[in-house]
Nanobody
Framework: QVQLVESGGGLVQPGGSLRLSCAASGSIFNIYIMGWYRQAPGKQRELVAAITSGGSTNYADSVKGRFTISRDNAKKTVYLQMNSLKPEDTAVYYC??????????????WGQGTQVTVSS
């Protein structure tokens, strides 16, 4: 019932920047938390950053100081500003949202994934 649409991925050189966006839609009562995960070939999916509806954030150690997560509650959209990108940031990035439906009950939805490639 909840759909997440991601955008902003692409190919950048080391040291470059990208901004990812993820917009949620559907019968949403509220969203508890939204986050970004990534998965590189041969590796497990890992949490990159997350943000609650109240603005509390959490980051993976590998991206602290380089990435910034933010949200627009009115637009039900979460962003990930990625600066000083490194080749090891190359992965498919997935948006995730958890919350409560209008019809009562919780949801846990994932976006389709967007490719981020950092290479010279």
């Amino acid at each position: 019932q909840v759909q997440l649409v991601e955008s902003g991925g692409g190919l950048v050189q080391p040291g470059g920047s990208l901004r990812l966006s993820c917009a949620a839609s559907g019968s949403i009562f509220n969203i508890y938390i939204m986050g970004w995960y990534r998965q590189a070939p041969g590796k497990q999916r890992e949490l990159v950053a997350a943000i609650t509806s109240g603005g509390s954030t959490n980051y993976a150690d590998s991206v602290k100081g380089r990435f910034t997560i933010s949200r627009d509650n009115a637009k039900k959209t979460v962003y990930l500003q990625m600066n000083s990108l490194k080749p090891e940031d190359t992965a498919v990035y997935y948006c995730n949202a958890r919350g409560r439906l209008l019809s009562k009950g919780d949801f846990d939805s994932w976006g389709q994934g967007t490719q981020v490639t950092v290479s010279s």
